[in-house]
């Protein structure tokens, strides 16, 4: 985030649940059971910032949903904290859109599926279609 620009504040941790049970999914080196969210903030004019502290603690115990899908306790604290403030979500997905929030993400939109892996060789200008090799 520094390299954006950004202050880190702080994180939350969301705890991911499924029937009342801590869930566990695949990692690479650990499983997982949790992500973590990094809160900041950018402030490019000489205006001060709105910030409340201490709005919640920095644990979301929730169940898990759709994929990718983000609790919308999150986006609640985040509010909070900084309630006039401009908002954007990194790696956002559509079933995470919120108002008055910019979302960005290279798996946004309806047609997502249909230009997900199309990449064009440099030279040819042909669609290459199989990337687990190296062009």
């Not at 309630?83 to 290279?106: D, V």
Request: include cysteine.
């Amino acid at each position: 985030m520094n390299k954006w620009g950004y202050e880190v504040v702080d994180h939350i941790t969301w705890i991911k649940t499924k029937n009342m049970k801590i869930n566990v999914t695949h990692g690479y080196y650990f499983l997982h059971s949790s992500e973590t969210c990094l809160v900041g903030y950018k402030n490019n004019s000489n205006h001060p910032l709105e910030f409340i502290s201490k709005v919640n603690n920095d644990l979301i115990f929730q169940e898990v949903t759709a994929k990718s899908q983000k609790p919308a306790q999150l986006y609640s604290i985040i509010d909070l904290l900084m309630p006039a403030s401009k908002k954007i979500e990194l790696f956002a997905r559509n079933h995470n859109l919120r108002e008055g929030w910019l979302s960005l993400g290279n798996q946004l939109g309806d047609s997502y599926n249909k230009w997900n892996s199309v990449v064009q060789c440099d030279l040819c200008h042909h669609n290459i279609t199989h990337l687990n090799k190296r062009y």
